[in-house]
């Protein structure tokens, strides 16, 4: 479950808790998992979300490597936004916060996973690498896979967090690569100041999306060994 790792960094981000509802079905293992909402008007740290997030420690230096694996659920109701709109769904990310001088770069996470449909059919993508002027977001596209709405999504992340070439990230879907091994590059733009992961339901600015939505998340760990 996720309730007994709730006293080890993690907070979430959130309209109110009102959104946060830990429930006895459906769960992928255990007693417990949580399920998060956001609606059309939620505004969390000035954006349309509700996400759980994890603070990196600060002992956990650059270069260093990082496993992190979790469960989610799509709803079979879950509402998809019409695949001609911009809104978007961002189910995880990892970032780290802008200095005061760069808070404007609109620079975006370096690593995200975006849901969303393709001739109707549900899937996520891997978005990896640092945002330029000449980066397409299309062409940090690492990794694709179709799933299914309903049922639980098993991830495994590996990663190495560099502002140089040697940082990587590699991804298992329900113990199936979907990067095919690793994917290497730089992935932070920063290593002096806080690094975050977050996985939950961000859409960008308020209006964006119209619709009410919620998801499932068990089974959280993260670690610098396997798991």
Do not use: C
Not at 52 to 81: A, L, Q
Not at 128 to 138: E, I
């Amino acid at each position: 479950t996720i309730q007994s790792v709730l006293d080890t960094g993690l907070g979430f981000h959130v309209a109110n808790q009102e959104r946060v509802e830990f429930v006895r079905s459906p769960t992928r293992s255990g007693t417990y998992a949580l399920k998060l909402t956001v609606k059309p008007e939620d505004i969390a740290e000035k954006k349309n979300r509700a996400e759980i997030r994890y603070n990196i420690p600060k002992d956990i230096e650059e270069k260093s490597e990082m496993r992190y694996s979790w469960s989610f659920m799509i709803p079979s109701d879950f509402v998809d936004h019409p695949e001609e709109s911009k809104a978007f769904n961002v189910i995880a990310q990892w970032l780290d916060l802008p200095t005061q001088q760069e808070e404007d770069s609109n620079r975006g996470p370096p690593i995200s996973f975006n849901y969303g449909t393709i001739n109707g059919q549900s899937g996520i993508s891997v978005i990896y690498g640092l945002k330029g002027a000449d980066v397409k977001k299309g062409d940090r596209s690492v990794g694709q896979v179709y799933i299914k709405k309903g049922e639980w999504i098993d991830v495994s992340v590996h990663m190495k967090r560099s502002q140089e070439n040697d940082g990587f990230i590699e991804v298992w879907i329900n113990g199936n690569s979907i990067t095919q091994g690793k994917v290497y590059g730089p992935n932070i733009y920063n290593a002096e100041v806080k690094h975050i992961f977050k996985t939950g339901l961000y859409r960008g600015v308020v209006g964006a999306a119209t619709t009410t939505n919620s998801m499932y998340i068990d089974d959280l760990r993260v670690g610098t060994s396997p798991i």
